[in-house]
């Protein structure tokens, strides 16, 4: 007998489609956000079944009943880009950024990244399974649907393929959709500070080949940045990356007009993502592209840095994605309610463009929009109710408080 859920009583049903966008939306079509009044929604095994206006529910009296009084629904966030599998927090970092010490300063001293990698190089994979479950699940709680998690806390052979079983394992669970990401290039590790191409080489002729054979990823990535990896050296490991099937994805221009944007359309990568720092150039090769721009205002709000100009990219027809960059050192929270409270506070998005963002555009980040991110029969019901609400806007406006009553993922309450 199929499991199955009636919601009923629902102020309005957000992001509702018979037939899901297929591509990412872009341009003024980001502020579109279809709905329903006065809406009931039905799940069954886990799926959208039917969704549509109560007076034309038929009651099934042996249907378990969710009745939302009223409350807004959406499609469950959908976090494409986080860092969710590390092994512990950075809050030294953080109090000498207090003091005045940049970003690139911390890494130079051995923070950041390393400071991450020498500590989970040190941790055995089954507690680095446990961290991580823990905020797999926390992270599902606040209302994330589907989520990509990358590597990049390694930066050896052991350590990265140690992540990426965590990452598989957390997939297997089944809770809901995961997309791996191999991040060897995140930074150069210590041993490798002065022999760059040593390091380019173990992440081209060994460490892909492994990844790719084994099934642990479906994206590559690079941080092609100032400090970081050059535009040059980041298209060598996305090249080196197709010729294993592994699709790319690009940290780029975080810290300054790096080059990343172009090198990541050049070789048509999935997204590029942060676009803290874009110049004219960099906005018309993305919005003259398929790729879709992730932009992580968690990280700008932590670190202090210019948020990402999204107007600019909308008004010159950008596809844009929101998502969490939840890692322990420059983003440390997954929760995408926040997200979308800061793409309309300091970003001056719409509510509603932050939301499709927040949903069907993260979903087509992760090349999901078949499974979720849009209220459409067929999908995964993974869902948000609301507490009433006198708007969407209010959603966005509570940003300490998010009026969220349930969370369903796969039709089931969590």
């Given at each position: 007998?199929s499991?199955?859920?009636?919601?009923?009583?629902?102020?309005?049903?957000?992001?509702?489609?018979?037939i899901?966008?297929?591509?990412?939306?872009?341009?003024?079509?980001l502020?579109?956000l279809p709905?329903?009044s006065?809406?009931?929604?039905?799940?069954?095994?886990?799926?959208i079944a039917s969704?549509?206006?109560m007076?034309?529910l038929?009651?099934?009296h042996?249907?378990?009943?969710?009745d939302?009084?009223?409350?807004?629904?959406?499609?469950?966030?959908?976090d494409?880009?986080?860092h969710?599998v590390?092994?512990?927090?950075?809050?030294?970092e953080?109090?000498?950024?207090?003091h005045g010490?940049?970003?690139e300063?911390?890494?130079?001293?051995?923070g950041?990244?390393?400071?991450?990698a020498?500590?989970?190089?040190?941790?055995?994979?089954s507690?680095?399974?446990d961290?991580?479950?823990?905020?797999?699940?926390q992270?599902?709680?606040?209302?994330?649907?589907?989520?990509?998690?990358?590597?990049g806390y390694?930066l050896?052979?052991?350590?990265?393929?140690?992540?990426?079983?965590?990452?598989?394992r957390?997939?297997?669970l089944?809770?809901?959709p995961?997309?791996a990401?191999?991040?060897?290039?995140?930074?150069?590790?210590?041993?490798?500070?002065?022999d760059?191409e040593g390091?380019?080489?173990l992440?081209?002729n060994?460490?892909?080949?492994?990844i790719?054979g084994?099934?642990?990823?479906e994206?590559?990535?690079a941080?092609?940045?100032k400090?970081?990896?050059?535009p040059e050296?980041?298209?060598r490991?996305?090249e080196?990356g197709?010729?294993?099937g592994l699709k790319?994805k690009?940290?780029?221009?975080?810290?300054?007009?790096?080059?990343g944007?172009?090198?990541?359309?050049?070789?048509?990568a999935?997204?590029v993502?942060h676009?803290?720092?874009?110049d004219e150039a960099?906005?018309?090769?993305?919005?003259?592209?398929e790729?879709?721009?992730?932009?992580l205002?968690?990280?700008?709000?932590f670190?202090?840095i210019p948020?990402?100009q999204?107007?600019n990219?909308?008004?010159?027809?950008?596809k844009?994605?929101l998502?969490?960059?939840?890692?322990p050192?420059?983003?440390?929270?997954g929760?995408?309610?926040?997200?979308?409270?800061?793409?309309?506070?300091?970003?001056?998005?719409?509510?509603?463009e932050a939301?499709?963002?927040?949903t069907i555009?993260?979903?087509?980040a992760?090349?999901?929009?078949?499974?979720?991110g849009?209220?459409?029969?067929?999908k995964?019901?993974?869902?948000i109710?609301?507490?009433?609400?006198?708007?969407l806007?209010?959603?966005?406006?509570?940003?300490?408080h998010?009026?969220i009553?349930k969370?369903?993922?796969?039709g089931?309450v969590?």
């Amino acid at each position: 007998m199929s499991e199955q859920l009636c919601i009923t009583n629902i102020g309005h049903l957000w992001g509702t489609y018979d037939i899901s966008p297929i591509n990412a939306l872009r341009g003024r079509d980001l502020g579109k956000l279809p709905s329903i009044s006065n809406a009931f929604l039905i799940s069954r095994d886990g799926k959208i079944a039917s969704f549509g206006q109560m007076e034309d529910l038929h009651p099934d009296h042996h249907m378990p009943v969710i009745d939302a009084r009223g409350g807004h629904v959406f499609p469950a966030w959908c976090d494409s880009h986080t860092h969710l599998v590390h092994a512990t927090s950075r809050e030294k970092e953080f109090e000498m950024r207090l003091h005045g010490s940049t970003y690139e300063e911390i890494a130079a001293a051995g923070g950041g990244i390393l400071n991450s990698a020498n500590v989970l190089r040190n941790m055995d994979e089954s507690e680095l399974y446990d961290v991580s479950y823990q905020r797999f699940q926390q992270v599902q709680k606040m209302g994330t649907g589907a989520i990509e998690i990358k590597s990049g806390y390694g930066l050896d052979f052991d350590s990265e393929v140690k992540m990426l079983h965590v990452i598989r394992r957390l997939k297997e669970l089944d809770e809901i959709p995961v997309k791996a990401t191999f991040l060897g290039a995140h930074a150069f590790p210590a041993e490798y500070r002065n022999d760059h191409e040593g390091y380019i080489d173990l992440i081209i002729n060994q460490m892909l080949p492994y990844i790719a054979g084994e099934g642990l990823a479906e994206y590559v990535d690079a941080f092609c940045d100032k400090g970081f990896f050059t535009p040059e050296q980041t298209a060598r490991v996305m090249e080196a990356g197709a010729r294993y099937g592994l699709k790319p994805k690009i940290h780029a221009n975080e810290l300054a007009v790096s080059g990343g944007v172009q090198v990541g359309v050049a070789h048509h990568a999935i997204s590029v993502d942060h676009l803290e720092e874009m110049d004219e150039a960099s906005i018309s090769v993305l919005a003259n592209s398929e790729t879709i721009g992730t932009m992580l205002p968690g990280c700008a709000f932590f670190l202090g840095i210019p948020f990402p100009q999204a107007r600019n990219m909308i008004n010159a027809n950008a596809k844009l994605a929101l998502a969490s960059d939840f890692n322990p050192g420059t983003a440390p929270s997954g929760n995408m309610n926040m997200v979308v409270s800061l793409a309309c506070i300091k970003m001056k998005m719409t509510p509603e463009e932050a939301i499709n963002a927040a949903t069907i555009n993260g979903a087509a980040a992760m090349e999901l929009t078949s499974e979720v991110g849009s209220i459409t029969p067929g999908k995964l019901a993974n869902l948000i109710i609301t507490e009433p609400m006198p708007s969407l806007a209010y959603f966005p406006y509570a940003y300490g408080h998010p009026p969220i009553s349930k969370v369903i993922l796969k039709g089931k309450v969590v």
